[in-house]
């Protein structure tokens, strides 16, 4: 049959049970928008504020369901607008596709109006792009990028489409898609007998969990793992909910802001286990002084996160649960080291440095583990960046994969509410409670429009402290107090701006009426913003000082 | 540190050469030089990077290679089994009194002369870069005018190909 280009862009998204996008019009995407008003039975469009929330509330939607995250934005400025979203789903492997429309065919080149080089920009912050230059050639691209996006490490793919394309007509012949297989080629029985070989010597193994876990949904596999090494197990923040945090065996975050216990089991350990994990700065701290006393068995499905960060000694490359179901199998018949003394230690550094806080005033942890009992651990929790995050990483014990949706790689602030958007849309019967800082929040509040205008009963629950947080933390512990810039004690009402915008809202100054207002808000069934006026010098502890050995954290104000 | 030839099939699309030169760039990987140009099939070019690495960065050069999706094939050209070759041209001095010395040396490197002028003449030499550098020591005293170079390019010797070596 005979389609245009933007009912052929149109089919293969349908093709690809896309039934969901976030984006926003403008000249050089008419047709697109013009087709997509056709399909509007079978595809729902979302239109944010701006497109940075479009690309994040993608984000998020893919974060949450696994699926994949569909933006759209016009050429040039709207382009340009999606690429920190972009970055920040490249950053944390998120599968996402953008489509962006471009100047006619004619006009490329030449700085026309609303002319960029998307392609160009985007090349380093994508797994793949694409520009379409013939109609002929779309189909096949759209099908390709989709494919691109979730084979093996997933990752963002853009598509860039000069607007003649999407009038051009061209014969369209629908395709069921090919499947993504999970991958295993290189998971081989040597692999799996070096790591058995490791296991079997190590008396003080350590689980170290990332994304990946998440991604490839290997948290069966791990508990069993676990349970048959008796490890303790820690996580990075991309990691959280891949494990539960409930589970005696796990010990919390690792790395600059991980629980004493954690970091100090890394140090001490002889054989450390990373399981879809890539060793980043933040959980490394000082590559020379990261798990001195360990080997590192690195099980990640991409080959060139091995020996990139941190040299192994051993590592499996492949798909994460199909990795471990086949260590598991060949573990069957082989005994491994009795731990229980080293279970003992991890436990006694446990008791002896819980995470802690003993602030007054209204306390951000306090909040946070609140919003954990009033919604039983279930609730979807999105993040801003900067203490927020943290806090929300530390006291929130996330359980199941997919529940905390945050920018890990990139630290976007303004991440959090678009996210939360997608993350609603994407899971209409779970709780979605956004944890901001007020810096973040006022960065892209004008996604609230979006999320009273769809109805989204999201919680931003802005833990304000009248400062950019995290900021002015570190100019508190490593720049003599001098805080340049970072306290932003702004005149915002946020009850009366989340008013003007149609949501409900709320302050929360005392922490006796902390349940009350959560349960309210919780009840209210529509878009809620509760500003809690924090303790201003509330700091995340512990924290590593920067060039610092991971067990050498500063673990409060008083050391 | 250690000088590697790389070798890489890619496909020939629009934006290739820009999408591993920035891979270069933005993951600080230096790069001495690099030669692209289609094969025996035109929907695949191929690349010649040279690199003075370490063993872990090499590593990393050809993992994160492997990862863009229009690479086909990546293959460390060792030197003990490939042929490498550069072409050059140069133009040096050479004035009545000078023409003769600098054209014997030439002449003992069998490179070309392609151009004389009053002052000047124009040499093409190929060879491997050890070859093309002594010629270049020579000809420096005598006032070399510009340089220019096509970069490294190497094949596999014997029957041995880029597609028949194994994945590293
Ligand atoms: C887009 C962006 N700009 C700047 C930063 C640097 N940064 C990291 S945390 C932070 C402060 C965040 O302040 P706020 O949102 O109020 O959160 P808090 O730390 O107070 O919880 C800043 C500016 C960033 N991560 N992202």
Redesign the pocket.
């Known amino acids: 049959m005979q389609l245009t280009g933007a009912e052929i862009l149109i089919e293969c998204l349908l093709e690809q049970q896309v039934d969901t996008i976030f984006g926003y019009p403008g000249g050089a995407v008419l047709n697109i928008y013009d087709a997509l008003a056709k399909y509007s039975d079978r595809i729902t469009h979302y239109l944010p504020s701006h497109e940075q929330g479009a690309a994040h509330a993608a984000d998020g939607y893919a974060r949450s369901t696994g699926k994949v995250g569909v933006c759209v934005a016009t050429s040039g400025p709207g382009a340009c607008n999606l690429v920190?979203g972009i970055a920040t789903a490249y950053m944390d492997s998120v599968p996402l596709i953008a489509i962006t429309g471009n100047v006619p065919l004619s006009l490329l080149g030449k700085d026309s109006f609303q002319e960029v080089d998307i392609f160009g920009i985007t090349m380093p912050i994508t797994k793949h792009n694409f520009m379409v230059k013939n109609v002929e050639e779309l189909a096949a691209t759209v099908r390709k990028a989709f494919f691109i996006a979730q084979d093996g490490r997933p990752g963002p793919v853009l598509i860039d489409i000069p607007k003649d394309v999407t009038a051009q007509k061209a014969e369209y012949v629908r395709e069921t898609p090919k499947p993504i297989g999970r991958h295993t080629k290189n998971i081989t029985p040597e692999a799996i007998e070096n790591a058995i070989r490791m296991l079997k010597k190590s008396e003080r193994p350590l689980v170290y969990v990332g994304g990946g876990a998440v991604q490839a949904d290997a948290g069966a596999e791990l508990q069993e793992f676990v349970r048959i090494i008796n490890a303790p197990v820690v996580s990075s923040l991309m990691g959280l909910g891949a494990y539960p945090g409930t589970d005696p065996y796990f010990c919390g975050l690792i790395g600059m802001h991980g629980t004493k216990t954690s970091n100090l089991s890394a140090s001490k350990c002889d054989l450390l286990i990373a399981v879809g994990a890539r060793f980043s700065d933040r959980v490394v701290s000082n590559p020379k002084r990261f798990a001195p006393n360990a080997s590192i068995l690195h099980i990640d499905i991409d080959p060139a996160e091995i020996n990139k960060n941190i040299k192994t000694h051993g590592y499996i490359i492949g798909d994460v649960k199909i990795a471990l179901q086949k260590l598991l199998e060949a573990m069957a018949d082989e005994e491994f080291r009795d731990t229980s003394e080293w279970l003992q230690q991890v436990n006694e550094w446990r008791e002896t440095y819980p995470l802690t806080y003993n602030g007054g005033g209204l306390q951000p942890q306090y909040i946070v583990e609140r919003i954990y009992a009033l919604t039983d651990g279930e609730a979807l929790i999105t993040t801003?960046?900067?203490?927020?995050?943290i806090w929300s990483a530390q006291y929130y014990k996330f359980s199941k994969p997919r529940t905390f949706i945050s920018s890990g790689g990139l630290?976007?602030?303004?991440f959090g509410l678009g996210a939360a958007i997608g993350t609603q849309i994407g899971n209409p019967d779970k709780r979605v409670i956004n944890i901001?800082?007020?810096?973040?929040?006022r960065?892209n509040c004008n996604e609230l429009a979006t999320a009273v205008e769809y109805e989204l009963p999201i919680i931003i629950v802005i833990?304000n402290?009248r400062?950019?947080?995290?900021?002015k933390q570190w100019q508190d512990l490593f720049y003599d107090r001098r805080f340049s810039q970072s306290i932003v004690d702004r005149q915002t009402d946020f009850v009366k701006l989340a008013e003007a915008y149609g949501a409900v809202g709320f302050n929360l100054t005392r922490k006796e009426d902390v349940d009350e207002v959560l349960t309210q808000a919780l009840a209210a069934r529509q878009p809620v913003v509760i500003n809690c006026e924090i303790n201003p010098d509330e700091k995340v502890f512990p924290i590593i000082p920067p060039g610092g050995a991971i067990d050498d954290p500063i673990m409060g104000v008083n050391q | 540190m250690k000088r590697y030839v790389i070798s890489v099939l890619v496909d020939n699309h629009s934006g290739v050469l820009s999408r591993v030169a920035g891979l270069f760039s933005r993951r600080g990987y230096n790069i001495d030089s690099i030669s692209v140009g289609e094969t025996q099939d035109p929907t695949v070019s191929r690349m010649t990077i040279v690199a003075h690495v370490d063993d872990a960065i090499l590593e990393q050069i050809i993992k994160q290679l492997d990862k863009l999706v229009d690479v086909l094939k990546v293959a460390v050209l060792p030197a003990e089994t490939s042929v490498y070759r550069e072409l050059v041209l140069i133009k040096v001095k050479a004035e009545d009194h000078t023409r003769a010395t600098v054209s014997d040396i030439i002449k003992v490197f069998r490179a070309k002369i392609v151009d004389i002028a009053p002052k000047s003449m124009t040499v093409e030499i190929t060879g491997d870069q050890p070859k093309i550098k002594a010629l270049i020591d020579l000809l420096e005293p005598h006032g070399i005018l510009e340089v220019v170079r096509a970069g490294l390019i190497g094949l596999h010797r014997g029957d041995q190909n880029i597609l028949t070596q194994e994945d590293v």
């Not at chain 1, 630290?411 to 303004?414: E, H, K, L, Q, R």
């Not at chain 1, 901001?436 to 929040?441: L, P, T």
């Not at chain 1, 400062?467 to 900021?471: F, I, K, P, R, Y």
């Open positions: 920190t801003e960046v900067g203490q927020n995050q630290g976007t602030m303004g901001a800082g007020d810096g973040s929040f960065m833990l402290n400062a950019l947080g995290m900021v």
